[in-house]
């Protein structure tokens, strides 16, 4: 082990010692959001010289859910639950030789979704919440490890087109939409399974009611 994968094989060895790690899942409609992204990436990028991925989205729709669940954005110190004011957002991020860092960006609420993809987050310290996106290498879902002393961590799979059962008035169909299972891990020693579940069917809410008619 190089001295990086030695630090990281310490952090991982020691949060799940030191947090009761449980993880919930939920699946994302996600075809909306797809549509949008297809719709408006050309003419982001010409205006906004940065190529537009799923991650701000993903970040934007988190965000949202932290402010109205702010446990989920604590720390826990012996016995005191720390809520933290500020929302410091971790991006977990494979390095080329195989390595793990995680990079912060800072008062990511302040933000709008240009300023998220503009920012290149490059302090590793200070996260109050990480996301890893484990899709990216194709995996559909992820029991990631809590980033300590944080108390959750969200996993966002691969995007995969799937049929799928409409609900309408009318009746049920059978329609080809974009789908993505989305988990979280929670530190169980303060987050139960139903706060856990609950930020986990909000944020997976916020990506399924993404506004396809809003401008970026």
Known sequence: ???MRKMIARHMVESKHT???VTSFAECDVTNLVLWR??????FEKR????????PLFIEAVIKCLKKYPWLNSSVDGDKIII????????????PNGNLIVPVIRNADQLNLVGITKLKPDDTVGGTFTLTNVGSFGSIMGTPIINQPQVAIMAVGAIKKRPVVIETPQGDSIAIRHMMYISLSYDHRIIDGALGSTFLNAVSKELENFDASRSF
């Open 19 to 21: 947090s009761a790690h």
């Open 48 to 55: 906004e010289n940065e190529k537009i991925t799923f991650t």
């Open 84 to 95: 933290k004011k500020d929302i410091n957002i971790g991006m977990a991020t494979a390095l």
């Open 38 to 43: 297809d719709k408006i990436k050309k003419e």
């Open 1 to 3: 082990m190089d001295r």
